[in-house]
């Protein structure tokens, strides 16, 4: 059997960023991280806190794609913005 990996997922909803940190197979380590983590953003709404199992963090990708594929959209924005005031777009 095949143990999981675990990520600690902090998402910044209003700007589409999702930091993680990858706790391998130490799952003890990663409750303690995700603990203080969670009560420092429990009070603000713009902020998810999760841990997450997966065998990879590309597994983790696809599986929660949302909070990854809204990061790439704000790029996507933010460059586009860019370039509308170069002129470029």
């Known amino acids: 059997m095949t143990k999981i990996n675990h990520f600690l997922v902090v998402y910044d909803i209003a700007n589409g960023l999702a930091h993680v940190d990858q706790f391998d197979k130490d799952y003890d380590l990663a409750l303690a991280e ?7 953003y429990r009070q603000d709404e713009n902020v998810e806190v999760v841990l ?18 809204l990061a790439e959209r704000h790029v996507d924005r933010l460059v586009g913005k860019d370039l509308a005031e170069l002129g470029l777009s």
């Open 52 to 69: 997450l199992g997966s065998d990879s963090l590309e597994t983790l990708e696809r599986t929660h794609s949302s909070y990854f594929e």
């Open 34 to 40: 995700y603990t203080p983590a969670e009560a420092l």
